[in-house]
């Protein structure tokens, strides 16, 4: 029984990984990364006798120190961990085309079709691990299977450093009895969450019905699936960050009107957010651009800390850029929204904020209706009169049709 053609290579810790093979003094000995001299500094990376001492990424530099005196803490250099993973990156390219970047020191490789360049995906694997060992010194966890979860979790189960190739009847099994915390988009937070609710397995998570899985909130019922084994993204070789998702309505006609204007922009805001999620991505960017009568176009746009996810949050970013994008008192004849700098949307446990675990429900329940009937099958009662005028027009159009 053969392997499946995705690949994960996860280096642990890039930064203390590039740190020690520089410094070979540092090799044992428990150091962290992190910037001391700032407020609420914390641990970027860490060795792994860091790890081993009870330390972790994200702790505050302060409490580091306390529990484990003489802590040595050297200053980040991004510009080396960026070369590095970098390197990686381009090794895996010269193996296939289809090279999905997960983050510092993660990738994903599709071997699919490179049978006649380098064996099979086992072979391809290995030439690829002796690749990187040679070009940085720098000994990567690498494993093979059908879906990119299985191969992630799979990974981070054999993790520092080894190489595994799940046969297809083995992935399942493997998944299912793994601790929650392994599988992709579970953090520690989340995971101390789920172990309050006593889902301690990905197996665990993945025998939930539909109902518990949508009280997880949101992007529950896509965490359960993903724990089942149904995920199946192929590998993508471009990252979401740059991916954009745009939509646009000419008006008819031109028009001035605020009220109209903005229910088109909810309008637009409802569809983008709806095929965002489709994909199980959250937006950090949000432009609203306009074309006035006389041709003139003006735009404007905002980031955000975090990825949003909801229709509600979506709408509260673009209603103000439509006041700041409107800056001519003509009329518009176009209105065209663009989300971008997408990141995965993990699932969000709102277990102990009700108003915020109430709002994700409701947005699960009006996706639903929305893949079912049509996206324009249902909207916000503010945009329900563009909704409905669309309709009537789209009706007497076919009906004037001969």
Same mark, same amino acid.
């Not at 409490?63 to 803490?73: F, I, N, T």
């Not at 895996?92 to 994903?108: D, Q, T």
């Given at each position: 029984?053969?392997?499946?053609?995705?690949?994960?290579?996860?280096?642990?810790?890039?930064?203390?990984?590039?740190?020690?093979?520089?410094?070979? $003094?540092?090799?044992?000995?428990?150091?962290?990364?992190?910037?001391?001299?700032?407020?609420?500094?914390?641990?970027?990376?860490?060795?792994?006798?860091?790890?081993?001492?009870?330390?972790? /990424?994200?702790?505050?530099?302060?409490?580091?120190?306390?529990?484990?005196?003489?802590?040595?803490?050297?200053?980040?250099?991004?510009?080396?961990?960026?070369?590095?993973?970098?390197?990686?990156? $381009?090794?895996?390219?010269?193996?296939?085309?289809?090279?999905?970047?997960?983050?510092?020191?993660?990738?994903?490789?599709?071997?699919?079709?490179?049978?006649?360049?380098?064996?099979?995906?086992?072979? $391809?694997?290995? %030439?690829?691990?002796?690749?990187?060992?040679?070009?940085?010194?720098?000994?990567?966890?690498?494993?093979?299977?059908?879906? %990119?979860?299985?191969? %992630?979790?799979?990974?981070?189960?054999?993790?520092?450093?080894?190489?595994?190739?799940?046969?297809?009847?083995?992935?399942?099994?493997?998944?299912?009895?793994?601790?929650?915390?392994?599988?992709?988009?579970?953090?520690?937070?989340?995971?101390?969450?789920?172990?309050?609710?006593?889902?301690?397995?990905?197996?665990?998570?993945?025998?939930?019905?539909?109902?518990?899985?949508?009280?997880?909130?949101?992007? $529950?019922?896509?965490?359960?699936?993903?724990?089942?084994?149904?995920?199946?993204?192929?590998?993508?070789?471009?990252?979401?960050?740059?991916?954009?998702?745009?939509?646009?309505?000419?008006?008819?006609?031109d028009s001035?009107?605020?009220?109209?204007?903005?229910?088109?922009?909810?309008?637009?805001?409802?569809?983008?957010?709806?095929?965002?999620?489709?994909?199980?991505?959250?937006?950090?960017?949000?432009?609203?651009?306009?074309?006035?009568?006389?041709?003139?176009?003006t735009s404007?746009?905002?980031?955000?800390?975090?990825?949003?996810?909801?229709?509600?949050?979506?709408?509260?970013?673009?209603?103000?850029?439509?006041?700041?994008?409107?800056?001519? /008192?003509? /009329?518009?004849?176009?209105?065209?929204?663009?989300?971008?700098?997408?990141?995965?949307?993990?699932?969000?446990?709102?277990?102990?904020?009700?108003?915020?675990?109430?709002?994700?429900?409701?947005?699960?329940?009006?996706?639903?209706?929305r893949l079912?009937?049509?996206?324009?099958?249902?909207?916000?009662?503010?945009?329900?009169?563009?909704?409905?005028?669309?309709?009537?027009?789209?009706?007497?159009?076919?009906?004037?049709?001969?």
């Amino acid at each position: 029984m053969g392997t499946g053609t995705i690949l994960h290579l996860n280096l642990v810790g890039l930064m203390a990984a590039v740190e020690e093979r520089l410094e070979a $003094g540092l090799r044992g000995r428990p150091f962290v990364l992190g910037n001391p001299g700032r407020g609420r500094a914390v641990v970027l990376d860490l060795s792994r006798e860091a790890h081993r001492a009870g330390l972790r /990424r994200g702790m505050a530099l302060d409490a580091a120190k306390r529990l484990v005196p003489g802590l040595l803490v050297l200053p980040p250099r991004p510009e080396l961990y960026a070369r590095a993973d970098g390197i990686l990156f $381009g090794l895996a390219s010269g193996f296939s085309p289809l090279v999905e970047r997960a983050g510092a020191g993660h990738l994903f490789v599709d071997f699919r079709g490179t049978r006649s360049l380098w064996g099979g995906p086992e072979d $391809g694997t290995a %030439k690829l691990r002796k690749a990187v060992l040679e070009e940085t010194g720098l000994l990567p966890s690498l494993a093979l299977a059908s879906t %990119k979860t299985a191969a %992630k979790v799979a990974a981070r189960v054999i993790r520092p450093t080894g190489f595994l190739a799940l046969a297809s009847g083995e992935e399942r099994g493997l998944i299912r009895s793994q601790p929650v915390e392994l599988l992709p988009g579970v953090g520690p937070l989340l995971f101390e969450r789920l172990r309050l609710l006593e889902i301690e397995e990905i197996g665990a998570l993945a025998d939930l019905d539909e109902l518990e899985a949508r009280a997880l909130g949101p992007r $529950g019922p896509a965490l359960r699936d993903r724990a089942a084994g149904l995920e199946a993204a192929a590998v993508d070789p471009e990252p979401p960050a740059r991916r954009r998702i745009t939509g646009s309505r000419t008006l008819e006609p031109d028009s001035a009107d605020p009220e109209l204007l903005a229910r088109v922009a909810r309008g637009l805001v409802s569809e983008l957010g709806f095929a965002m999620r489709r994909e199980g991505l959250g937006a950090g960017r949000v432009e609203l651009r306009l074309v006035f009568s006389e041709g003139q176009a003006t735009s404007a746009s905002c980031r955000f800390p975090r990825a949003l996810l909801r229709d509600d949050e979506l709408e509260r970013a673009a209603l103000p850029l439509l006041l700041r994008a409107k800056t001519r /008192r003509t /009329r518009v004849r176009s209105l065209a929204v663009e989300l971008g700098e997408f990141a995965p949307a993990g699932p969000e446990l709102d277990l102990f904020t009700p108003e915020e675990a109430k709002r994700g429900r409701l947005q699960v329940a009006l996706d639903r209706v929305r893949l079912r009937y049509g996206v324009e099958a249902i909207a916000t009662a503010s945009s329900g009169i563009a909704v409905a005028r669309t309709a009537s027009s789209d009706l007497a159009l076919a009906r004037a049709r001969p």
